[in-house]
């Protein structure tokens, strides 16, 4: 069975950094793409971060390119998102998801970890 | 950058009954990136439709998808209790805005 459990979330104030972690398990994590895609209290989808199988892809969302730095560890089937410098628009649900094909569809995800970022 | 605009916002409509969401993209795109997801409150978002017309494993075959160039459509063609939800497109980055759909 498919599972990504993320960790990682909390409160933190403007300015603060967070480590996001999202722990795979039930198919070849090295095989496939992964992504970060937050949604913020009572709003819609929003794509935060891409990454290919073996790193050599990655790409970020205008919102948070400089801030944000996704990578993952093959050898311990793990994803990571780091966040620095993070301000109130920041706060929301992250979710890690695997992408199902090469056409950017996400087929499983994770429950989501909570990151609210406030004074 | 293509924009995904989703409606109605919410539809309202009663068990039995037949929905047909649209998502219009701002430009012509792909169907092999286009993918519909379910969510529910509290719920992760999950893949329903991919390549704007296959269902997802363990999608029941009342879910379907059509469409192609910048019009996209997911049906569901009698509503269960379960299917109230709110409803997203998405094509390879960009998000639709969802479609709620209430019970009447």
């Known amino acids: 069975e498919v599972q990504l459990v993320e960790s990682g979330g909390g409160l933190v104030k403007p300015g603060g950094s967070l480590r996001l972690s999202c722990a795979a398990s039930g198919f070849t994590f090295s095989s496939y793409s992964m992504n970060w895609v937050r949604q913020a209290p009572g709003k819609g989808l929003e794509w935060v971060s891409s990454i290919s199988s073996s790193s050599s892809y990655i790409y970020y969302a205008d919102s948070v390119k400089g801030r944000f730095t996704i990578s993952r560890d093959n050898a311990k089937n793990s994803l990571y998102l780091q966040m620095n410098s993070l301000r109130a628009e920041d706060t929301a649900v992250y979710y890690c998801a695997r992408e199902g094909g090469s056409s950017g569809w996400n087929d499983y995800w994770g429950q989501g970890t909570l990151v609210t970022v406030s004074s | 950058e293509i924009v995904l605009t989703q409606s109605p916002g919410t539809l309202s409509l009663s068990p039995g009954e037949r929905a047909t969401l649209s998502c219009r993209a701002s430009?012509?795109?792909?169907?092999?990136?286009l993918a519909w997801y379910q969510q529910k409150p509290g719920q992760a978002p999950r893949l329903l439709i991919y390549?704007?017309?296959s269902r997802a494993t363990g999608i029941p075959d009342r879910f379907s998808g059509s469409g192609s160039g910048t019009d996209f459509t997911l049906t569901i063609s009698r509503l269960e209790p379960e299917d109230f939800a709110v409803y997203y497109c998405q094509h390879s980055e960009t998000f639709g805005q969802g479609t709620k759909l209430e019970i009447k």
């Open positions: 430009q012509s795109v792909s169907s092999s990136y």
């Open positions: 390549g704007a017309s």
